[in-house]
């Protein structure tokens, strides 16, 4: 079967950007080189260049990301649905997220994506949250989430390793709700 210029190209470029979510989840951004991407993909590293511009150009694509739910509702549902997410943060996650958590460390654009999108979080949790610092108490949440995720995407902590994602959420469900609601006590 005959296939047109465009569907040939628009191939090689899915190729090339499945090996650099790859390869940018298994090193991150600064260890990643177009060469290894090429290699990875069958092509010349020109090629890579041609189509993507830069190793920067190509580290856009290839962590592009799904628009996430938005949280809404009451605080409980809130809550609820924070720790649903638990399961998707766990268990197996797309490669452009490993990507983007590996490199947002050591990359600034890596780190303003996950800031950006983590902040809009945090607006939405604090809009449920009806006590002083709702924010900060947003964020709190917000950051044990991605501490559970970078322990056991990243980390493979032994000791969250095997645990299933309704036990993580059972023993988080009374800390999140007490940090939502606790009065703070100011000297």
């Known amino acids: 079967m005959w296939e047109s210029r465009a569907e040939r190209r628009r191939q090689t470029e899915e190729r090339i950007l499945a090996e650099a979510r790859r390869i940018f989840a298994e090193r991150g951004y600064d260890r990643t080189t177009i060469r290894a991407v090429a290699a990875a993909a069958g092509i010349d590293p020109g090629l890579v260049m041609q189509y993507f511009g830069s190793k920067q150009g190509l580290f856009q ?42 490199s947002m460390l050591t990359h600034p654009e ?3 994506r996950a800031r950006a999108t983590l902040d809009g979080q945090v607006e939405q949790i604090a809009a449920t949250i009806d006590a002083d610092d709702p924010r900060l108490r947003a964020a709190l949440m917000l950051v044990t989430m991605l501490g559970v995720t970078i322990g056991v995407q990243l980390i493979d902590l032994t000791a969250l390793r095997d645990v299933p994602a309704d036990r993580i959420s059972e023993v988080l469900r009374p800390a999140f709700q007490a940090l939502a609601q606790m009065p703070i006590d100011r000297p």
Do not use: C, F, H, N
């Open 61 to 102: 694509q290839a962590v592009e990301l799904p628009e996430i739910e938005p949280l809404t509702g009451d605080l409980a549902q809130v809550t609820e649905d924070l720790l649903g997410r638990i399961g998707m943060k766990i268990g197996p996650i797309p490669e452009a997220s490993l990507a983007m958590m590996r």
């Open 110 to 112: 890596a780190a303003e």
